[in-house]
């Protein structure tokens, strides 16, 4: 398994031909005509107290390392969330605000940011400040340093800052998961990953999906690594989830994701053109 990297210079792919169009975007509160090299997004919800602090430690994180923006989706928040981004948008020309008109549901709020991002890679990161952006750099150099197979890095928490219930729910949750999907992964629940928005965007979507995407990544034929990552207590606020609602839904969730792996595989395809020229795909194929 790999070891805790350290934060090196981080030297961005060359541009990713199926990326979004490189046209003028209006966000919340900027206007921005160069596409960035790297989309952070962060899902909110009811994270008032969290926000300003998270947003600056992205940009110290990745300031001069990287073209960047960061996409914040308010998933419907109760409190004054949305209008605390709003107020930092005016600070951070990076800052795209995105709001649910009603609650979705992190999934939901991870997948409409990836839609809006604009660049060819994109970076996750829970919107409650237990993730470190501190991180990020060395996600980037994993990512840098490995051939194009590779689609998504996932954090890894060796050490949470969790309340030891939660701690004891997440062992026993991920062990089953292992044990069913052989995914290979330590620790598929941490919020800060990074993938390619391509191959994301390939994926079947469904609610709570965004607990399972190293396996999902691996059922379309990528390969996907684990990082030791730093974790931290919750800034402020409260979780939103519970230990019995989590293993609830995540029970009938595994064996949809188990039905899928069971029920597709990864089919080499390739293709010539009229100039005899060949190339070759990797597409996800019904399982006889």
Not at 10 to 31: E, I, K, N
Not at 172 to 189: F, K, V, Y
Not at 236 to 244: D, E, I, K, Q, R
């Amino acid at each position: 398994m790999s070891t805790p990297l350290a934060t090196p210079q981080c030297t961005p792919r060359s541009p990713d031909p199926h990326a979004p169009d490189p046209q003028v975007h209006r966000g919340a509160f900027s206007l921005v005509s160069v596409p960035p090299a790297l989309s952070v997004v962060i899902p909110m919800l009811n994270e008032s107290g969290n926000a300003a602090a998270l947003l600056e430690e992205v940009v110290q994180a990745l300031q001069g390392r990287i073209d960047f923006e960061i996409i914040c989706v308010d998933d419907a928040s109760q409190d004054s969330t949305r209008e605390v981004l709003y107020a930092l948008a005016d600070h951070y020309p990076q800052l795209r605000v995105l709001a649910h008109a009603e609650r979705a549901g992190q999934s939901a709020a991870v997948r409409n940011g990836v839609k809006a991002a604009r660049a060819p890679w994109v970076a996750t990161l829970d919107g409650d400040g237990q993730n470190d952006p501190a991180d990020l750099p060395g996600l980037l150099a994993v990512r840098d340093g490995a051939d194009a197979q590779l689609k998504l890095v996932g954090g890894w928490r060796v050490h949470r800052r969790d309340r030891w219930s939660k701690r004891i729910a997440s062992r026993l949750a991920s062990a089953i998961r292992r044990s069913l999907l052989h995914d290979a992964t330590p620790d598929t629940g941490c919020g800060i990953k990074l993938f390619e928005r391509e191959a994301f965007l390939d994926l079947p979507y469904f609610d709570h999906m965004h607990r399972y995407l190293p396996a999902l990544m691996q059922r379309a034929g990528w390969r996907t690594l684990s990082v030791p990552v730093n974790h931290r207590e919750r800034g402020s606020g409260a979780s939103n989830y519970t230990n019995l609602g989590r293993a609830w839904v995540g029970l009938s969730d595994l064996c949809g994701v188990a039905w899928l792996i069971r029920r597709s595989h990864v089919v080499a395809v390739s293709s010539a053109t009229a100039a005899g020229k060949e190339s070759s795909a990797s597409v996800i194929g019904s399982a006889p």
